[in-house]
């Protein structure tokens, strides 16, 4: 029925939530599609505002209910903007993955035409590299060499100091480069 319900819950919470459930899940599935303007994971979505619901479920009994009303339509505005947020840098980081092109610029002359595919082999297991690293050190290195950012802006994206960008900086090109290193090593075996 619904995944949310696979949480340990007493019999009261379950009869609670399944209420909450089918009393809000029109509003829901409206408030998602209106920011997401799309059904493609609209029931996850549903599922997640849910769980999130069920963690405040105490606080929720609580409300009357326009209160509730406006508590769960704001619990699904933030589960639907996270949500957006989260595709936009995937896609962000997708894109520049689809733009290397292997065979882009080749010409007739074969020693240009060598160091060119070297040169892009070493984009690609860079940009496999960067797809392995955590998703703080991606988005900071898409940031600094993509977008070209100061380091001021970055930090203020952040949340960080101004100071700690290079260290940052730093260590996610460290990591980055021991995957490719490590990538490498592992063709070769």
Same mark, same amino acid.
Request: overall charge negative; hydrophobic content about 35%.
């Given at each position: 029925m619904i995944g949310f319900l696979s949480v340990q819950l007493n019999d009261d919470d379950k009869n609670f939530m399944l209420d909450l459930y089918k009393n809000y899940y029109s509003l829901v599935w409206k408030t998602i =599609?209106?920011?997401?303007?799309?059904t493609e994971d609209i &029931? +996850? @979505?549903i599922n997640d505002v849910f769980i999130k619901l069920i963690e405040k479920i105490s606080l929720i009994r609580s409300f009357d209910c326009p209160k509730m009303t406006c508590y769960v339509v704001y619990t699904t505005r933030s589960v639907s903007i996270n949500y957006i947020k989260h595709?936009?840098? &995937?896609?962000?980081?997708i894109y520049y993955i689809e733009n290397t092109d292997v065979t882009k610029g080749l010409d007739n002359n074969e020693n240009e035409s060598e160091a060119r595919l070297i040169r892009q082999e070493e984009i690609e297991l860079l $940009? +496999? $590299?960067i797809t392995k690293l955590p998703q703080g050190q991606k988005d900071l290195l898409? =940031?600094?060499? *993509? @977008?070209? *950012?100061s380091d001021q802006d970055i930090a203020q994206i952040l949340g960080i100091a101004p100071n700690s960008v290079r260290q940052y900086l730093t260590r996610a090109r460290r990591n980055a480069k021991s995957l490719m290193e490590r990538g490498v090593c592992n063709d070769v075996e």
């Open positions: =599609f209106s920011i997401t303007h799309s &029931e +996850d @979505l595709k936009k840098v &995937e896609t962000k980081h $940009a +496999d $590299a898409y =940031f600094k060499y *993509m @977008l070209d *950012m």
